[in-house]
């Protein structure tokens, strides 16, 4: 659930490329925003579109 719920806060979807040297940064990067933006969005009591 919590993976789920981090995947639709980031509105996580296909990576950009199949090759692993881009796509893993990509998710990693998208995870990390996640990471940061979901403690804001409960404090604030904001709710992802």
């Known amino acids: ?10 509105g996580l979807r ?3 490329a ?3 040297r881009i ?3 990509w998710i990693l990067a ?3 925003i996640a990471l940061v933006t979901e403690p804001l969005s ?3 009591g904001v ?3």
């Open 30 to 32: 998208h995870f990390l």
């Open 18 to 20: 199949k090759d692993p």
């Open 1 to 10: 659930l919590a993976f789920k719920r981090l995947k639709s806060l980031i």
């Open 42 to 44: 409960q404090e604030f």
């Open 23 to 25: 796509a893993k940064p």
């Open 14 to 16: 296909a990576p950009p």
């Open 47 to 49: 709710s992802p579109p």
